[in-house]
Structures are given as structure tokens and as C-alpha cells.
């Protein structure tokens, strides 16, 4: 099938060189700038957007590209170089900006790139939003700045500090301070070694970094799940430290290994972080329908609400905001504080992580046994809209028996344990996504649908 470029609620994500280029990037930020103009109309002063990039060797030609456009469009630049996701929708609030662009393709492979949009109060545009932009694009109905309206660009270089100081005001420092734990941290060779290790240093821990270098040359497949992990893992075991991180290259995604070099996986950062918030305040916690129902038991325990969303971190932080949730993010390793701000963050997840095994004493691995565990199961295929449609219709006619919910693609609740298939909003795959009490049932899930794949392609 061929490959498109997907524009989507996520923003655009394609391959560079292939569906993605200076040309496409530039026009996009017109769009953007356009849009924030229209939506701005009674701002007399200049609009200001910040634009951050990980540390993919394209990001610098397409933030340029993006640059370029959004000036062209009257709005004013700040550049905030190399930084992580969070970072940008951190500075998006800090810096009063009417909008923030991010270039990232998140845990996709190299060959990647993205063009990632936040409004001004720090998330990703609505659908209807996200609609209009992309409308903007496609028809070419651009609101460009006469020569002397053409706005310039600024640096700023503060933007780690900021963040950091941020996150620290939600934990206790000095209490992480005194313990010394003793980390092992894999970014990937994206971008969030840098302020990561910084951070640590502040929390007083021994850190060992690899694959710490923002070159934006992957040392594993960036996704940060068990089977890219092993290394980190084995590092784990033989330094005898006391827990392992692993981000993804935009570091918005934490994925946890206890102190025997075990992987813990992603989903069990945001039930540590919602377990140790809980045990601090009642209130309730969003997440999203592909998301582990340990945060339901963990919710249980403490007689507080979940509220499921469609997945993406933006369906996340609204259903956060409307229902005023003290903590929430996906089952993807993404934690959501809005008291950083309403993007995942893998800083708010270090830091409520070793928040609760400073405040509890107990190691990773204890915190992590007292939770009530599931087997989980993520596949994914290539799958354009045609053959997405054909899986999901088959499938309904085979699950006949079980509870439909079609919030976010199609999810299947049985007895024994629930199905999700959806497709991805930022590359051509769908994704099955299956939970059960046991490894043989969630295995059963995903061998049927593969078995209907098959048929229908």
C-alpha cells in the first residue's frame, strides 16, 4: 500500500524524503499561523510561538521549515532548540505563546518526522480545531504578512531549567535527595538525555545514562517496550541499582525496570504515579480505552473515579480539565500532572515514582507486586483505512457476544477480558490491544484477530 502522509489530530507525521520535506513543513506552519490569526484577531501585539525539536537529524531542517512559515504568516518565533515534548508545552504557558509546535515522530523509527501543534494553553488542538488547520493547509488559503509584518525569530535557552523547576514543586526533593537512589537512564540518543540527567542530578541521584548522546541515531527501535529494553535491563541487574528508566525521543513516554533487571513495562508507570496521588488526595483519574484496568483497581481502593477517553494525550488532559482529575495520562508510559502541565511528562513520572519509594521505603519491585496484575498484549499491523475497516467489521460479526464500545476505533469487553483495534493517528497500522487474566486468554484475543486479518486481506 502507499505510504501517506498523515495528517491527523496529532498533527502531520511522514517520511522524510519520501512524504515530507522543507516544502510541506513550511506550508504547514503558514497553516498554523494563519489559523492563530484568525483565532487571535483582537490580539494587537505581535503572536509568539515557540518551536522545539528532538534530536532527529531532520528536526533542524524542518523546524526551519516551520520557522519560516509561521513567520511568513506575521508570527513571531521562539526557538527553544533541542528539547523534549513536555518541555515545549511547558514553555507554550510559561512564555504566554498563542501556540508551540514541536518537531518529533515520538517513538516512531528514524526515517520519520512530525510536525507536532499545541494551542496556548498547552495541548494539542481539538478535532474540530486540528480540522480547520488542516483545511488551512490544504487549500492553500494562506494569510501571509506584507515585508515589513514578517516577524523574526529568538532564542531561548532557559527552557530546561524552567521545566525542572516545575516538576520539583510537586515532589519532595530533599526527601528524594536523601535517599541516593542509584538509576540507570536509556533516552535512546533522543532528547531527553539532557535535561533528564540534569534533573536527576538535582534529586540527588547516581545516575547512569546510556545511549545519552542527542544524535537522533537510534541505539535500539525507540519504542520503549520489553523487547528493545533487554540491554537496559541487563545493565540494571549487573550495577546493582535501584530502578531503570527508559524515554522515547520526544521523553513524553517512561518505561520502568525494577532493581532485579526486570521490565516493568510502561504500563505500570502511570498506576505507580496514580497510586502514590491517590494516597495523597481523592479526586478522579482519566485515561484512555487501551489503557490497563489497574488503574481502575487502584482507583477502587481508594473509592475514586476513572474516566475513559479516546486515546491521545489531548483527549486525556480534557477530560482532566472538565472533570477537574488530579492525575491521569495512558497506559503508554505517559503521565499527565497539571500542575506541570497537560502533557504526558516522563520528568513528572521519574518524579512521582521515586516520590513513592522514598516516602513508602519499599523497592520497585515491592511497589509494583502490590498492584494487581493483568496480562496485556500490544500487537500492531500495517493497515490502510480499506483494510482497517474490513478487520473491524469482521470482528464484529465474530465477538456477536461481547459489549461494543466504539469511543475510539472498536473495543470488545467479555467476560474474561477486553479487545481493543484501532487505527494509529500518526503512522499507517492498526494496533490490537487485548488484556485478560491470563497470558493463554490475551494470546487467544490476538490469535483471532490475526486469524480475521487474514481472511480479509
Not at 494587537?44 to 522545539?52: D, F, I, M, Y
Not at 497506559?331 to 500542575?339: A, P, Q, Y
Not at 502533557?343 to 519491585?365: N, P
Amino acid at each position: 500500500m502507499a505510504q501517506e502522509l498523515i495528517i491527523s489530530i496529532s498533527g502531520v507525521r511522514g517520511i522524510i524524503g519520501r512524504n515530507l520535506n522543507a516544502s510541506i513543513a513550511a506550508e504547514y506552519g503558514c497553516a498554523f499561523g494563519t489559523f492563530l490569526k484568525r483565532n487571535f484577531a483582537d490580539r494587537k501585539e505581535t503572536l509568539t510561538v515557540c518551536v522545539g525539536r528532538d534530536s532527529r537529524s531532520s528536526g533542524p531542517m524542518l523546524a526551519s521549515a516551520v520557522t519560516a512559515g509561521l513567520c511568513s504568516a506575521g508570527i513571531k518565533v521562539v526557538d527553544l532548540g533541542l528539547v523534549t515534548t513536555p518541555t515545549t508545552g511547558v514553555m507554550v504557558k510559561h512564555l504566554d505563546c498563542c501556540g508551540g509546535v514541536m518537531i518529533t515522530a515520538s517513538h516512531n523509527p528514524i526515517e520519520y518526522n512530525g510536525i507536532k501543534l499545541l494551542l496556548d494553553n498547552g495541548m494539542a488542538p481539538p478535532a474540530d480545531k486540528a480540522a480547520q488547520i488542516k483545511q488551512i493547509y490544504l487549500n492553500k488559503d494562506f494569510a501571509l504578512a506584507a515585508s515589513k509584518d514578517c516577524a523574526d525569530v529568538t532564542l531561548n535557552m532557559q527552557s530546561y531549567q524552567i521545566h525542572i523547576n516545575k516538576v520539583l514543586q510537586i515532589v519532595d526533593k530533599y526527601l528524594i535527595t536523601s535517599k541516593g537512589f542509584k538509576v540507570v537512564l536509556d533516552s535512546v540518543n533522543g532528547a531527553g538525555a539532557p535535561i533528564t540527567k540534569k534533573f536527576l542530578a538535582e534529586l540527588g541521584c547516581q545516575t547512569i545514562a546510556i545511549n545519552d548522546e542527542p544524535s537522533g541515531i537510534f541505539e535500539h527501535t525507540p519504542e520503549p517496550t520489553a523487547e528493545n529494553l533487554t540491554a537496559l535491563c541487563e545493565i540494571v541487574k549487573a550495577k546493582n541499582v535501584d530502578i531503570g528508566f527508559a524515554q522515547d525521543p520526544d521523553a513524553d513516554r517512561l518505561a520502568i525496570v525494577d532493581e532485579k533487571g526486570r521490565y516493568i513495562g510502561e504500563e505500570y508507570t502511570l498506576a505507580l504515579a496514580t497510586k502514590y496521588i491517590l494516597s495523597k488526595k481523592n479526586g478522579s483519574v482519566a485515561t484512555n480505552l487501551a489503557t490497563s484496568r489497574m488503574i481502575d483497581d487502584i482507583a477502587g481502593q481508594f473509592g475514586s473515579k476513572v474516566i475513559r477517553t479516546a486515546v491521545g494525550e489531548a483527549n486525556v488532559a480534557d477530560a482532566m480539565i472538565k472533570n477537574n482529575c488530579i492525575i491521569g495520562g495512558e497506559g503508554n508510559g505517559g503521565v499527565i500532572d497539571m500542575r506541570v502541565g497537560p502533557v504526558r511528562d516522563s520528568l513528572v513520572a521519574i518524579a512521582l515514582t521515586l516520590q513513592l519509594m522514598a516516602e513508602t521505603g519499599k523497592k520497585i519491585s515491592q511497589l509494583v507486586d502490590e498492584i494487581p496484575s493483568y496480562a496485556m498484549k500490544k500487537e500492531k499491523f500495517k493497515a490502510d483505512g480499506d483494510l482497517a475497516k474490513r478487520v473491524i467489521d469482521a470482528a464484529k460479526q465474530k465477538f456477536v457476544e461481547a459489549k461494543i464500545d466504539m469511543t475510539d476505533g472498536i473495543r470488545f469487553d467479555f467476560d474474561d477480558g477486553w479487545l481493543l483495534l484501532r487505527t494509529s493517528n500518526t503512522e499507517p497500522i492498526m494496533r490490537i490491544m487485548t488484556e485478560a487474566l491470563d497470558e493463554t486468554t490475551a494470546e487467544k484475543y490476538v490469535g483471532e484477530v490475526e486469524k480475521i486479518r487474514c481472511e480479509v486481506t
